[in-house]
Protein backbone atom coordinates (compact mmCIF):
# COMPACT_ATOMS: atom_id res chain seq x y z
CA UNK A 1 0.00 0.00 0.00
CA UNK A 2 1.05 3.37 -0.98
CA UNK A 3 1.43 5.10 2.20
CA UNK A 4 2.09 8.70 1.33
CA UNK A 5 -0.54 8.35 -1.00
CA UNK A 6 -3.33 7.09 1.40
CA UNK A 7 -2.10 10.05 3.72
CA UNK A 8 -2.44 12.41 1.03
CA UNK A 9 -5.78 11.61 0.74
CA UNK A 10 -6.96 11.66 4.23
CA UNK A 11 -5.84 15.12 4.27
CA UNK A 12 -7.97 15.86 1.67
CA UNK A 13 -10.96 14.07 3.23
CA UNK A 14 -10.37 15.83 6.59
CA UNK A 15 -10.12 19.52 5.41
CA UNK A 16 -13.62 18.95 3.21
CA UNK A 17 -15.38 17.51 6.33
CA UNK A 18 -14.38 20.65 8.18
CA UNK A 19 -15.78 22.87 4.93
CA UNK A 20 -18.53 21.02 4.69
CA UNK A 21 -19.55 21.10 8.54
CA UNK A 22 -18.68 24.93 8.36
CA UNK A 23 -21.23 25.45 5.17
CA UNK A 24 -24.18 22.79 6.71
CA UNK A 25 -23.96 24.36 10.27
CA UNK A 26 -23.84 28.52 8.54
CA UNK A 27 -26.78 27.10 6.04
CA UNK A 28 -29.15 25.01 8.52
CA UNK A 29 -29.54 28.60 10.03
CA UNK A 30 -31.89 31.95 8.10
CA UNK A 31 -28.94 33.36 5.85
CA UNK A 32 -30.87 36.11 6.34
CA UNK A 33 -29.88 36.27 9.93
CA UNK A 34 -26.82 37.99 11.28
CA UNK A 35 -25.32 34.56 12.55
CA UNK A 36 -25.09 35.64 16.22
CA UNK A 37 -28.04 33.85 17.61
CA UNK A 38 -27.14 31.77 20.87
CA UNK A 39 -28.39 27.96 18.93
CA UNK A 40 -26.19 29.02 16.31
CA UNK A 41 -23.61 30.36 18.91
CA UNK A 42 -24.16 27.09 20.92
CA UNK A 43 -23.48 25.20 17.01
CA UNK A 44 -19.91 26.80 16.70
CA UNK A 45 -19.10 26.40 20.08
CA UNK A 46 -19.69 22.43 20.02
CA UNK A 47 -17.95 22.12 16.09
CA UNK A 48 -15.17 23.31 17.17
CA UNK A 49 -14.76 21.65 19.79
CA UNK A 50 -14.37 18.61 17.22
CA UNK A 51 -11.26 19.53 17.06
CA UNK A 52 -10.19 20.22 20.28
CA UNK A 53 -10.67 24.14 20.19
CA UNK A 54 -11.97 24.86 23.70
CA UNK A 55 -13.62 28.58 23.49
CA UNK A 56 -12.82 30.34 27.34
CA UNK A 57 -14.73 33.64 26.70
CA UNK A 58 -18.02 34.84 25.71
CA UNK A 59 -18.28 34.98 21.64
CA UNK A 60 -19.27 38.93 20.87
CA UNK A 61 -22.33 39.61 18.96
CA UNK A 62 -21.70 42.49 18.03
CA UNK A 63 -21.41 43.21 13.61
CA UNK A 64 -20.22 47.19 13.43
CA UNK A 65 -19.87 49.14 10.28
CA UNK A 66 -15.92 50.46 10.75
CA UNK A 67 -14.20 52.50 8.77
CA UNK A 68 -10.58 51.78 6.89
CA UNK A 69 -7.49 53.08 8.43
CA UNK A 70 -4.85 54.21 5.59
CA UNK A 71 -1.22 53.26 7.74
CA UNK A 72 2.77 54.06 7.33
CA UNK A 73 5.23 52.23 9.27
CA UNK A 74 8.16 53.97 10.16
CA UNK A 75 11.61 54.04 8.63
CA UNK A 76 14.46 54.26 10.70
CA UNK A 77 17.91 55.75 10.08
CA UNK A 78 19.96 52.93 10.44
CA UNK A 79 23.00 54.91 12.31
CA UNK A 80 20.44 56.57 14.79
CA UNK A 81 19.43 53.15 15.65
CA UNK A 82 22.93 51.94 15.88
CA UNK A 83 23.92 54.31 18.15
CA UNK A 84 21.31 54.41 20.56
CA UNK A 85 21.16 50.32 20.86
CA UNK A 86 25.07 49.90 20.90
CA UNK A 87 26.85 53.45 20.68
CA UNK A 88 29.77 53.92 18.87
CA UNK A 89 31.97 51.13 19.58
CA UNK A 90 30.47 48.05 17.27
CA UNK A 91 31.31 46.01 14.31
CA UNK A 92 29.84 45.42 11.49
CA UNK A 93 29.26 41.74 8.95
CA UNK A 94 27.35 41.46 6.11
CA UNK A 95 25.73 37.85 5.47
CA UNK A 96 23.65 37.38 2.63
CA UNK A 97 23.39 41.20 2.28
CA UNK A 98 22.26 41.78 5.72
CA UNK A 99 24.44 43.80 7.74
CA UNK A 100 24.34 42.85 10.99
CA UNK A 101 25.94 45.19 14.30
CA UNK A 102 27.59 43.76 17.31
CA UNK A 103 29.02 45.03 20.48
CA UNK A 104 30.23 42.57 23.21
CA UNK A 105 27.06 40.59 24.21
CA UNK A 106 24.73 42.40 22.45
CA UNK A 107 23.69 42.37 18.35
CA UNK A 108 21.49 44.23 16.66
CA UNK A 109 19.99 44.73 12.64
CA UNK A 110 17.53 46.82 11.13
CA UNK A 111 15.23 44.57 8.51
CA UNK A 112 13.84 46.76 5.14
CA UNK A 113 14.64 49.95 7.20
CA UNK A 114 11.61 49.17 9.79
CA UNK A 115 12.10 46.50 11.61
CA UNK A 116 14.42 46.25 15.04
CA UNK A 117 15.73 43.33 16.01
CA UNK A 118 18.62 43.92 19.11
CA UNK A 119 19.41 40.67 21.12
CA UNK A 120 21.58 40.02 24.17
CA UNK A 121 23.46 36.76 24.95
CA UNK A 122 24.32 38.13 28.37
CA UNK A 123 24.24 35.13 30.39
CA UNK A 124 25.04 36.49 33.97
CA UNK A 125 22.04 36.56 36.10
CA UNK A 126 21.03 40.25 37.05
CA UNK A 127 17.51 39.75 37.96
CA UNK A 128 16.58 37.41 41.50
CA UNK A 129 12.89 35.90 41.50
CA UNK A 130 11.42 37.56 38.39
CA UNK A 131 7.87 37.96 38.32
CA UNK A 132 5.50 38.57 35.67
CA UNK A 133 4.91 42.29 36.98
CA UNK A 134 9.02 42.94 36.94
CA UNK A 135 9.07 41.57 33.33
CA UNK A 136 6.42 44.31 31.98
CA UNK A 137 8.25 47.01 33.92
CA UNK A 138 11.53 45.96 32.15
CA UNK A 139 10.08 46.14 28.99
CA UNK A 140 8.72 49.29 29.68
CA UNK A 141 11.72 51.27 31.15
CA UNK A 142 13.56 49.66 27.91
CA UNK A 143 10.75 51.45 25.69
CA UNK A 144 11.30 55.18 27.41
CA UNK A 145 15.42 54.45 27.64
CA UNK A 146 15.11 54.11 24.01
CA UNK A 147 13.29 57.06 23.21
CA UNK A 148 10.31 55.67 22.06
CA UNK A 149 6.64 56.91 22.56
CA UNK A 150 5.37 55.70 26.04
CA UNK A 151 1.52 56.56 25.32
CA UNK A 152 0.66 54.62 21.74
CA UNK A 153 1.19 51.41 22.71
CA UNK A 154 -0.96 48.64 25.22
CA UNK A 155 -0.30 45.11 26.47
CA UNK A 156 -1.15 42.67 23.81
CA UNK A 157 0.22 39.34 24.95
CA UNK A 158 2.37 38.10 27.75
CA UNK A 159 3.35 34.82 28.75
CA UNK A 160 5.46 32.47 30.85
CA UNK A 161 7.97 29.56 29.84
CA UNK A 162 10.25 28.50 32.57
CA UNK A 163 10.59 31.39 33.58
CA UNK A 164 11.26 33.45 30.39
CA UNK A 165 9.00 35.89 30.13
CA UNK A 166 7.40 36.51 26.35
CA UNK A 167 5.67 39.97 26.08
CA UNK A 168 4.56 41.98 23.07
CA UNK A 169 2.93 45.32 23.06
CA UNK A 170 0.74 46.58 19.91
CA UNK A 171 -0.18 50.32 18.52
CA UNK A 172 -3.29 51.37 19.93
CA UNK A 173 -5.18 53.85 18.35
CA UNK A 174 -9.20 55.29 18.67
CA UNK A 175 -9.78 52.15 21.05
CA UNK A 176 -8.61 49.72 19.03
CA UNK A 177 -5.01 47.19 18.53
CA UNK A 178 -3.71 47.45 15.22
CA UNK A 179 -1.99 44.37 13.78
CA UNK A 180 0.77 43.83 12.77
CA UNK A 181 2.40 46.33 14.43
CA UNK A 182 4.45 45.10 17.90
CA UNK A 183 7.54 45.39 20.19
CA UNK A 184 8.13 42.10 21.79
CA UNK A 185 10.59 41.53 24.22
CA UNK A 186 12.01 37.87 25.35
CA UNK A 187 13.03 38.54 29.25
CA UNK A 188 14.86 36.42 31.55
CA UNK A 189 16.56 36.55 34.73
CA UNK A 190 20.04 37.54 32.37
CA UNK A 191 18.00 40.78 31.58
CA UNK A 192 15.99 41.81 27.88
CA UNK A 193 17.31 38.62 25.47
CA UNK A 194 15.43 39.30 22.41
CA UNK A 195 13.90 42.85 21.40
CA UNK A 196 11.76 43.36 18.02
CA UNK A 197 10.07 46.45 17.15
CA UNK A 198 8.01 47.20 13.71
CA UNK A 199 5.83 49.90 14.42
CA UNK A 200 3.07 52.17 12.79
CA UNK A 201 3.97 55.26 12.27
CA UNK A 202 0.49 57.10 11.35
CA UNK A 203 -3.19 56.05 10.84
CA UNK A 204 -6.04 58.11 9.23
CA UNK A 205 -9.22 56.90 8.79
CA UNK A 206 -11.30 56.80 6.16
CA UNK A 207 -14.70 57.98 7.04
CA UNK A 208 -15.50 57.65 3.40
CA UNK A 209 -15.40 54.06 3.22
CA UNK A 210 -16.77 51.79 5.85
CA UNK A 211 -16.72 47.62 6.25
CA UNK A 212 -19.23 45.72 8.13
CA UNK A 213 -17.86 42.78 9.75
CA UNK A 214 -18.53 39.15 9.95
CA UNK A 215 -19.99 37.99 12.51
CA UNK A 216 -17.68 37.07 15.33
CA UNK A 217 -19.46 33.35 15.21
CA UNK A 218 -19.11 32.79 11.35
CA UNK A 219 -15.55 33.79 11.71
CA UNK A 220 -14.19 31.38 14.35
CA UNK A 221 -15.62 28.72 11.77
CA UNK A 222 -12.37 29.29 9.88
CA UNK A 223 -10.25 27.72 12.36
CA UNK A 224 -11.74 24.17 11.02
CA UNK A 225 -9.31 24.95 8.59
CA UNK A 226 -6.25 25.87 10.44
CA UNK A 227 -4.33 22.83 12.52
CA UNK A 228 -2.30 25.77 13.92
CA UNK A 229 -5.65 26.27 16.49
CA UNK A 230 -6.31 22.71 17.56
CA UNK A 231 -5.76 21.63 20.61
CA UNK A 232 -5.59 25.14 22.05
CA UNK A 233 -7.99 27.92 24.27
CA UNK A 234 -8.90 30.73 22.87
CA UNK A 235 -8.94 33.46 25.51
CA UNK A 236 -9.61 36.62 23.89
CA UNK A 237 -11.53 37.53 20.51
CA UNK A 238 -12.00 41.57 19.79
CA UNK A 239 -11.95 43.37 16.49
CA UNK A 240 -8.76 45.08 15.46
CA UNK A 241 -7.18 46.67 12.45
CA UNK A 242 -4.83 44.39 10.11
CA UNK A 243 -2.98 44.68 7.84
CA UNK A 244 -0.49 41.60 6.63
CA UNK A 245 3.40 43.34 6.90
CA UNK A 246 4.23 40.41 4.07
CA UNK A 247 2.65 41.99 1.35
CA UNK A 248 3.35 45.35 1.95
CA UNK A 249 6.20 46.32 4.54
CA UNK A 250 5.95 50.08 4.26
CA UNK A 251 2.12 50.47 4.67
CA UNK A 252 -1.55 50.18 2.85
CA UNK A 253 -4.82 50.01 4.32
CA UNK A 254 -5.77 48.08 7.61
CA UNK A 255 -9.18 46.33 7.48
CA UNK A 256 -11.09 44.99 10.94
CA UNK A 257 -10.55 41.79 11.61
CA UNK A 258 -11.35 39.06 14.54
CA UNK A 259 -8.43 39.09 16.33
CA UNK A 260 -7.89 35.69 18.51
CA UNK A 261 -5.72 35.08 20.97
CA UNK A 262 -4.93 31.68 22.79
CA UNK A 263 -3.74 30.22 25.59
CA UNK A 264 -0.17 29.91 24.71
CA UNK A 265 -0.16 33.33 23.48
CA UNK A 266 -0.51 32.76 19.61
CA UNK A 267 -2.60 34.89 17.87
CA UNK A 268 -4.91 34.34 14.71
CA UNK A 269 -6.26 37.22 12.94
CA UNK A 270 -9.96 35.98 10.77
CA UNK A 271 -10.62 38.45 7.76
CA UNK A 272 -13.71 38.78 5.90
CA UNK A 273 -12.54 37.52 2.67
Given amino acids: MDWSKAKNILIVAFIITNIFLAYVLINSRNTNAPLVGDNFINDVRAVLLEKNINIA???????????LYKIKYEVYDSQDIISNFLG??????????????????????????????????NIVSVYDNLTQTMAENIAKEFIQ???????????SVISNDDDVYFIEFTKFIDGFYFEKSYMRFTISSTGINKFERYWIESAESDDSTTLTIMSAPRALLKLLAMEEAYGKTIEKISICYYLDPSSNTIGGKATPAWRVIFNDGTKIFLEDN
Fill in 57 to 67: VDIPKDIPSMP
Fill in 88 to 121: SKYSKETINDSDFYTNGNENLSIRNDNEIIYENA
Fill in 145 to 155: DKGFLADDYKL
